[in-house]
């Protein structure tokens, strides 16, 4: 096996492949663009979030029911509005916020001792406001307690007596920590991007050349097979290595210059950080694509090939999503799975956690493995004419 031969052949794939210039531009465009919209998206839903934090309004039916409560509202600074008259079914559309709805009996029962009022929402939409932690519920709460610190003391009771155990919150989260919740999208971006960006480039450079029949060709001329395989997996490794820079540099260069305060002052990412990323996704980015080629070679045409390398795509692309809702602890289990230990190590880098050896070398080690194999298989299915001249 001669390393003249995997140049030869790996800027051959090269140039082939960047002269389709429109394909290129757009995958390679869309990396490093991929990075800025997705931190402007973020910026929008901060600054939506603090926007509706800081209007304070809420709507309320009813409000002629009950007059402590409105004047409680008035006295927290809150604008209190009219609801509109089919406000329950554009809730249901997700077009109107939570409502308190304040029976006409509320004051005979509030004076009786027991009142009840309905807060009308939609948990399934958080745009509705609806959730458990609304400023409706906080507020209600702080009535409720409010009046039963006053009944009490009506009565000569100390309002201590509610209070048997005082409660001080100890938050140890540090603002990285906090920062990464939010910004968990970078990694899991940078790993799928990872996945699927080199995927055109490895189903063209198996499936693609035997669906044209260029592959015999190739396959007869006087060079290892191991070489060429070689050769043309190192142009799928430097196409995906590539396309993870681009959208690392996206982000970057989005987070240090873009006018985005509202971000900034949520995380900023230190050169250090983006070099422990690169180091984390630079093997992971060629292990997918090895076995991008393996699979593909499997395909008689380029859409066959497709279909079955898609499989792989969607299951890697639900390890970030299984994690998250699983929410699995820190592990050294998860370094052997690809794409669950480079996520595990990426989150740990974003939150400004510790990482040791340990957390590179298993990643790196499993990603050399997939390569590997992936190759020696791959070797190993060229020598059969079933591969190479069945395109039926």
Known sequence: ?????????????????????????????????????????????????????????????????????????????????DPKPDFRELIKQGKHDAVLVIPKDFQQKFVSGKAEVELVYDDTRQDTGGGAGGVLRRLLRAFNGEVTVQRLIARGVSPQVMRAVEVQDVNMGTPAQRAAMLLFIIP?????????????????????????????????????????????????????????????????????FAPMPKLAGVISLSPAQYLLFAAMLFPFAPAIGALQMLIATYGRTFKEAQTYVSYLVSGLSLVPVVSMFGQFKDAVWQLFVPMLGQLMVLTRILRGEPVQAIHFLLPMGICVLIAVVSIALLTHLLQRESIIFGRS
């Not at 919209?37 to 709507?59: C, D, H, M, N």
């Not at 490794?237 to 989005?254: N, P, Q």
């Open 188 to 256: 899991w971006m940078a790993l799928i991007v990872g996945v699927t960006g080199c995927v055109a480039v490895a189903i063209d450079m198996t499936a693609g050349e035997r669906e044209r029949g260029s592959l015999e060709p190739l396959l007869m001329n006087p060079v290892s097979r191991s070489a060429v395989i070689i050769g043309k997996w190192g142009a799928v490794a430097v196409y995906g290595i590539v396309i993870v820079t681009l959208i690392l540099l996206g982000f970057g260069l989005t987070l240090a």
């Open 1 to 81: 096996m001669s390393i003249a031969t995997i140049l030869t052949v790996l800027r051959k794939e090269l140039r082939d492949h960047l002269r389709d210039r429109r394909t290129a531009l757009m995958v390679f465009t869309l990396s490093i663009v991929m990075g800025p919209l997705i931190l402007v998206g973020l910026t929008y839903f901060v600054s939506s979030v603090e926007e509706k934090a800081e209007k304070r309004e809420v709507y309320v039916q009813g409000v002629e029911n009950s007059p402590q409560l409105v004047n409680f509202f008035a006295r927290q600074d809150v604008t209190i509005k």
